[in-house]
Nanobody, 125 residues
Framework: QERLVESGGGLVQTGESMRLSCTAS????????MYWYRQAPGKEREFVAA???????IYAESVKGRFTISRDKDKKATYLQMNNLKPEDTALYYC???????????????????WGQGTQVTVSS
């Protein structure tokens, strides 16, 4: 059974940086692509970034050039480095494990079997 725990959220000002972490447990997580999604109040959960088992990355247009996704297979951890944060980045951020090692652009949230509890990121203007 996969278990995902996100951490690292908090309150920052516009233009500042923050690094989120996702720690996973479960036999197959290391071989799966990993994803970050976010959900703002009153909005649908949206794709942020993905990293394949081999380290290939995909980003949403809204975060491209500002966010960097990475992973440490030995630690079963996935990270999201967020630079130049904007108020519109304010959301609850979730990580999820894909069903294959290949990263895909914006899979439907319903396709994922397990989500963490999320970590809140708030960017003040």
């Amino acid at each position: 059974q996969e278990r995902l725990v996100e951490s690292g959220g908090g309150l920052v000002q516009t233009g500042e940086s923050m690094r989120l972490s996702c720690t996973a447990s479960g036999l197959f997580v290391v071989t799966m692509a990993m994803y970050w999604y976010r959900q703002a109040p009153g909005k649908e959960r949206e794709f942020v970034a993905a990293v394949s088992w081999e380290g290939d990355t995909i980003y949403a247009e809204s975060v491209k050039g500002r966010f960097t996704i990475s992973r440490d297979k030995d630690k079963k951890a996935t990270y999201l480095q967020m630079n130049n944060l904007k108020p519109e980045d304010t959301a609850l951020y979730y990580c999820a494990a894909g069903r294959s090692g290949v990263a895909r652009y914006a899979p439907r949230p319903a396709e994922f079997g397990a989500w963490g509890q999320g970590t809140q990121v708030t960017v003040s203007s």
